[in-house]
């Protein structure tokens, strides 16, 4: 029976992805790939809720065992959520076939 994997996207403000994989290491995950983005939030979703929004930021894409995806999840949140100066929102989608993970010989 093969593992479910799911993909967690964290979006964070510039200069605080080391937090997010910081985090997510200390629950499991084993690494993740980064790339630079620049937000388009209006000045009326800043006022909404209420931030200052950065336009530079980071997404870092992580695949993990779906059993962890929830406390990595949390992880993030209590690190970079939106109320810390990281501003991160974080996201999870399943994952259907993956290669390249675990055992080398595994297909799937």
Do not use: C, W
Not at 64 to 90: C, F, H, M, R, T
């Amino acid at each position: 029976m093969s593992k479910s994997y799911e993909m967690i996207f964290a979006i964070v403000n510039t200069g605080y992805t080391e937090e997010v994989m910081d985090a997510v290491k200390a629950i499991g995950a084993t690494g993740g790939t980064i790339i630079n983005a620049r937000g388009t939030a209006s000045h009326e979703a800043e006022k909404f809720f209420g931030i200052s929004i950065s336009s530079e930021k980071e997404i870092v894409m992580i695949i993990v065992d779906k059993a962890i995806k929830n406390d990595v999840l949390k992880a993030i949140y209590e690190k970079v959520g939106l109320s810390s100066p990281g501003q991160g929102i974080a996201f999870s989608v399943p994952v259907d076939d993956a290669v390249g993970l675990g055992n080398p010989n595994n297909k799937k």
